[in-house]
């Protein structure tokens, strides 16, 4: 509403200021009249609405197919990130049995556990050209197959050229060579997820070729594809040093990739001897009220799958996490 006090500042402006120039400033007051009044948004609210829990099947990867769906749901969770390995029923992309995977999507779909992530991860700057081969024909059969397999959502590391492991870090890791390779193999990979409607979302570490959020934002740029797409997990982001700038750096980050996120990850990071170490949720020093509040902002639904766990710290991770969006 605007005010008498309000109305006679606008009178006297107008007998000072060009008619033009006071028009202008009389809009600026409404606006401010009424953005004082906006109601604030309830960030606990939104994230309680749109943030769903989702876990990955590897920590449930010991137990029959059927026993692990009902688990799954059992403990909590609505979104399942899956290799397709069990006890019991396995699903390999580059030997199909298309009965296993009708077993295995079938499995959660009656326990109401949605597939949010197929777990495709492989090296694509594996110097092993042999192996990386194999990690790429593995890639692209998920996205070929993915409407067979319950989820267009594709996740894959940005590798590392250390021949030892593939999270390892490598010297060439930081050139242009190892990042114009890794853009090359996503970008193909991409292609390919646009011709069948699948998406490719990356998860960058900072022992890997996407160690950065300039590299990650320079990444999305230049492939510039709707198929290619961000594993948001805010720990791998960061270096040993740059824990005591974490709040503004989780701001950056999604300031800068917030767009691009289809998946997040939760778990957690702390200092190490080496560098970081990334625990399960709520055994680091991960912000959880602002990674949340953050996720919480993108206003859209966001599956946030629990990690790093084995079956007997599930519950305490899941509890941990959901008393976070107590803190937002």
Sequence with gaps: MVTRKTSLRQQKMAHTLPRRDCLKAMGLLLLG????????????????????????SQVYAGLPLEE???????????????????????????????????????????????????????????????????GEARMEAFIVNWKRLGCPNISTETGTRNPESEWLISPENATEEAYVLCRAALEKLARLAEKTGAVVSVEPYWQNVIDSIDRAERLFREVNSP??????????????????????????????????IVLAHAKDVKTSVDGTDLPAAGKGVLDYPLYLRLLAQLDREVYLSVEHVGLADVARARDYVLSQFERI
């Design 33 to 56: 009249s009424q953005a004082s009044g906006a109601p604030a948004v309830d960030w606990k609210a939104k994230a309680k609405k749109n943030l769903k829990l989702g876990i990955l």
């Design 227 to 260: 198929s290619l797409r961000l594993v948001m997990d805010p720990c791998n982001f960061f270096r040993k040093e740059d824990l005591l700038r974490m709040q503004p750096m989780l701001e950056e980050m999604f300031k800068r990739l917030g767009d691009q």
């Design 68 to 134: 692990a769906a009902k688990r799954i749901r059992a403990d909590g969770f609505t979104g399942v990130v899956t290799d397709y390995a069990f006890a019991d029923v396995r699903f390999d992309p580059l030997a199909p049995d298309w009965d296993m995977a009708k077993k295995i999507t079938g499995a959660f779909d009656r326990q109401g556990v949605k597939i949010v992530g197929i777990a495709g991860y492989h090296n694509v700057v594996e110097p092993d050209a042999a192996k990386r081969r194999r």
